[in-house]
């Protein structure tokens, strides 16, 4: 029998907790929030690891690629980031409000997580360095390595980068249905868990509805800097959109990406180097994601919102995720460090945030390979600019970042 995938994993998770939860003993529950603890506690000693290894070689291996081309590519993924982040925050923070009530036991308690079942006994796992520690270390290396192009410390950079990744393929990953169960165990336990699932799946339609926009936008503004029919590039797009939900994987669905951009005329040179490179660096439906379940949590748990707040968030988000991790969730792994720092999640609230940005990551991931089809028609509009040579515009097909 074929294994199971991640998010059905996750769904028989969240299924199981509410089960135990509702009608098992409270040990039952406890014994689960002690794992949690655990889990938990190794979760915030990775966080600043993986910071630290994928910024580092996200940036360094970017560093030592084709210059103007590769300029160019990276502004636009950043900006359609940003402009999909500030989006999503716009929709979010005034539509949520209106279907979500702050509940008086978790935003009254002096600590958010007052009314959850406690562990029985708790293993401190003291992370490295703080997370903006992390943060500001991993700029200062991957800057320095693409600087000198030192290929010791670049190989180095690299080799961390798979440790850490086979850290969360290995052990996070296999463990998280667990560690899901647990928090939906304990949320019934308190009896959070209807209302959280009774918010969600608004959340869900509203997020889909703007992954659709902001692929409709991003089109639109690049068939008409590159003199292209609207229509046509969305009708061409259809095919990787549909490949990506089915897959989960941005990496499985570059071949058929690129015969996308082929029926938008977007030149061989260009369109080898644009999709597989934005595949690894623009990830605009992984930042509407990530910005309005955030939001979600942050209004159910009856936090502050503010502008400039998640103007940080976002703008750190579009740092944060190059080169994320190559497993399903890898974007939010990759923003655990900027939850917790710039928004100030808890434990419990990321645990919550991978379990809700994982069950949508199908959709996020289409977004997200769409978007790429429109950078390499307007990059493709630029390229007698750029004068690429198109041999070099060729790269190794990265891992899954979805």
């Known amino acids: 029998m074929k294994k199971l995938g991640l998010i059905p994993k996750l769904i028989i998770a969240i299924a199981l907790g509410i089960i135990f939860g509702a009608f098992f003993p409270r040990r039952v529950v406890e014994i689960l929030a002690t794992f949690n603890s655990i889990f938990g506690n190794f979760l915030n000693f990775v966080i600043p690891l993986i910071i630290v290894g994928f910024i580092v070689a996200g940036i360094a291996e970017l560093g030592t690629s084709a210059g103007k081309m ?3 590519t990276t502004l636009f993924a950043y900006v359609s980031t940003l402009i999909a982040g500030f989006f999503a925050y716009f929709v979010a923070s005034k539509l949520f409000p209106f279907f979500i009530a702050t509940t008086k036991t978790l935003s009254n308690a002096v600590n958010p997580e007052d009314h959850l079942l406690k562990p029985l006994f708790q293993i401190e796992m003291t992370p ?4 903006t520690t992390a943060l500001i270390l991993a700029f200062l290396l991957g800057l320095g390595i693409a600087s000198v192009k030192g290929k010791t410390l670049l190989n180095a ?19 998280l249905p667990i560690h899901i169960m647990g928090i939906f165990a304990n949320m019934t336990y308190a009896g959070e868990v209807s209302r959280i699932l009774s918010v969600f799946w608004k959340v869900f339609l ?3 509805a703007m992954h659709i926009l902001m692929i409709i936008f991003q089109f639109a503004v690049a ?28 990496a499985a669905t570059i071949p058929v990406n690129l015969e996308c951009a082929e029926k938008n005329k977007v030149s061989r040179g260009v369109r080898e180097f644009v999709v597989p490179l934005c595949a690894t660096i623009h990830l605009s439906g992984s930042t509407i994601t990530l910005t309005s379940c955030a939001i979600a949590i ?3 748990n009856g936090m502050a919102l503010s502008f400039s707040q998640f103007a940080g968030f976002i703008a750190m988000l579009g740092v944060t995720m190059v080169a994320a991790p190559g497993v399903p969730g890898g ?16 434990e419990a609230q990321l645990s919550l945030m991978i379990a809700l940005y994982i069950a949508q990551d199908s959709f996020g991931t289409a977004c997200n390979i769409s978007g790429d089809n429109a950078i390499a028609i307007l990059v493709d509009a630029f390229k007698d600019k750029l004068t690429p040579k198109n041999a070099s515009y060729s790269k190794d097909t990265p891992e899954n970042v979805s």
């Open 70 to 72: 590769l300029g160019v």
């Open 128 to 131: 490295l360095m703080p997370v």
């Open 157 to 175: 950079s690299i080799e961390f980068q798979h440790i850490v990744k086979k850290t969360i393929e290995k052990a996070i990953i296999p463990l």
């Open 206 to 208: 509203i997020v889909l």
């Open 223 to 250: 068939c008409l800097v590159g003199k292209k029919n609207l229509i046509s590039c969305l009708k061409n797009q259809i095919p990787g959109y549909l490949t990506a939900v089915g897959t989960q994987s941005s």
């Open 298 to 300: 942050m209004l159910l």
């Open 331 to 346: 974007a939010v792994m990759a923003a655990l460090g900027v939850l917790q720092t710039n928004l100030g999640f808890s």
